[in-house]
């Protein structure tokens, strides 16, 4: 059978095998999945299912074209002339997408290659550094602390009137500053916050807004508010 595989294909590289070139795919095809998996694992925000296809199919792609090639010089130049003409016309993805592609291209290399091992070594440490990276949240941003004012009636007890909020929609606050204002009928309350959601701006205002009787709420970034 591998005698008769290498006639029909003498053509293309006298060293492939039935048995070799149906390992290297089926190898290729795993390491194809485990890192699409991943992907799917990690990038549940941006996740597009055509890049998880995409994932899956480059390893084998790859490993399969060098077999092909193998050492064979000529062979090797006519296929860079035929890729050169493929142009990529989908937008600029997540630099995180792009990550994944050059994964999965050095996946598919050490299949071609027939490094089976040193490549599930690379493929799985590198598949859980990514779990890891995105499970502990690793080198995300710190949320930026902003300045919250909040003016409320005389008749309102400040203490601990806006605490449940704050406990709510913040990971942090604390009360930095107490001032009367309009001929001392109202007064002026400012808090330190971190944010646990900015998404949540919205809702935690209209809470505070409910609270204070709808009066005056500022919520800033950056350096504290200037008081008039």
């Given at each position: ?32 999945a ?17 890049m ?14 060098i077999?092909f ?22 937008a ?12 999965d ?28 990276i ?69 809702e ?25």
């Amino acid at each position: 059978m591998d005698n008769l595989f290498n006639v029909i294909l003498s053509n293309v590289s006298a060293d492939i095998t039935v048995s070799g070139a149906v390992i290297t795919m089926l190898v290729a095809i795993v390491f194809g999945a485990v890192i699409g998996l991943t992907y799917y694992k990690t990038q549940e925000e941006n996740y597009q299912r055509s890049m998880a296809v995409t994932l899956l199919m480059l390893p084998i792609i790859l490993s399969v074209i060098i077999m092909f090639v193998g050492s064979n010089i000529a062979r090797a130049f006519s296929l860079a002339g035929t890729l050169s003409i493929i142009r990529f016309r989908s937008a600029p993805g997540d630099p995180k997408d792009i990550g994944f592609i050059f994964f999965d291209i050095a996946a598919g290399l050490a299949c071609g290659v027939g490094l089976y091992g040193y490549g599930a070594i690379f493929v799985v440490l590198l598949c859980v550094v990514m779990i890891l990276i995105e499970k502990f949240g690793l080198f995300e941003k710190k949320s930026a602390e902003k300045t919250l004012r909040i003016t409320i009636p005389e008749s309102l007890n400040y203490q601990g009137a806006f605490d449940e909020i704050l406990k709510k929609y913040t990971k942090k606050y604390t009360l930095t500053r107490i001032k009367t204002t309009d001929l001392g009928s109202l007064f002026e309350l400012n808090y330190n916050v971190i944010m646990l959601h900015d998404e949540d701006e919205q809702e935690f205002i209209n809470e505070l807004r409910c609270r204070n009787g709808n009066l005056n709420i500022i919520l800033a970034v950056g350096a504290p508010l200037k008081m008039k």
